[in-house]
């Protein structure tokens, strides 16, 4: 059975159209608007093995936050919706990404609660014209609506871009990870509790 969702959102600050598969090779098709985020997403969907179809039109002449912030939710109603009742999934997942000087550790459990726990500080304002504080704001919103505990924190490293890259990348093996079938648990929901 296909794990894939389709959502379309619409606000007076952004549009959003995206198309996710769970079980697929890495391919992504993505215009945020956004360059250095389309860069982070491309990412994710290569090291989570995703398949990424992803078009958002937002108010941009304002600043960038809505639209990332809204890519966020989307994609993490996306998750949800593909992994339905997380029957048969692994649940926990974690990575640990090196980028050069730059270490980021990403953990994950499908808990059913959306919950971020971000220490990932970068002394740079801006990465091309994206400011990285909305990187915080991205997975809050995508861990928020996937509903999913996420923690990511910085172990090493100064340089933005490569802290940015290895938080994104982590958080991809994270997913990776978490969302895989369990072959131990066939059809099993891995909660005591019958219910994620």
Do not use: C, Y
């Amino acid at each position: 059975m296909a794990r894939s969702a389709t959502i379309h959102r619409e606000t007076a600050e952004t549009h959003i159209d995206l198309s996710l598969e769970l079980d697929g090779s890495g391919r992504s098709e993505i215009d945020t608007g956004i360059g250095f985020l389309d860069h982070m997403l491309t990412a994710l969907a290569r090291h989570a093995l995703f398949d990424l179809h992803l078009r958002a039109e937002g108010d941009l002449h304002v600043d960038d936050h809505h639209t990332t912030e809204d890519v966020g939710i989307v994609l993490g109603q996306a998750l949800a919706q593909a992994l339905g009742d997380k029957r048969g999934v692994t649940r926990f997942g974690h990575a640990v990404v090196p980028m050069d000087e730059a270490l980021v550790e990403a953990a994950i459990d499908l808990s059913g609660r959306g919950f971020l726990a971000w220490s990932v500080p970068i002394e740079r304002a801006k990465i091309g014209t994206m400011d990285t504080e909305l990187f915080e704001e991205f997975f809050r919103a995508l861990a928020a609506n996937g509903l999913f505990t996420l923690h990511v924190t910085r172990r090493a490293g100064h340089n933005a871009h490569h802290l940015a890259e290895a938080s994104f990348k982590s958080v991809a093996r994270a997913l990776r990870q978490a969302v895989s079938p369990d072959p131990r648990a066939a059809e099993a929901i891995p909660s005591t509790k019958g219910v994620l």
